[in-house]
């Protein structure tokens, strides 16, 4: 898969935060890090499911709140 605008940023921000933690100029627990560590991970996660839903066939209004609500619930039942 191409690498997104957003994925690119946040893998920059990524690493720039990152050697500035190896420069002592931050914190390894930095917040900035762990936030831009979960929007690249979201970003992939919609990459992944927008791929995934565009190969379904037509769901039902039923089907479909089933698959959203395993997506609220974080894949518990």
């Known amino acids: 898969m ?6 690119a940023h946040y893998r920059g921000k990524i690493g720039a935060i990152t050697r500035a933690i190896r420069a002592g100029e931050r914190q390894p627990d930095d917040p900035e890090l762990t936030e831009a560590r979960q929007k690249l991970a979201a970003e992939g996660l ?5 791929g995934l839903v565009a190969k379904w066939p037509p769901l039902s209004d ?9 997506l609220r619930n974080g894949g518990a039942a």
């Open 2 to 7: 191409a690498l997104t605008q957003a994925k």
């Open 46 to 50: 919609n990459e992944y499911a927008r």
């Open 62 to 70: 039923e089907q479909i709140a089933t698959v959203a609500d395993i």
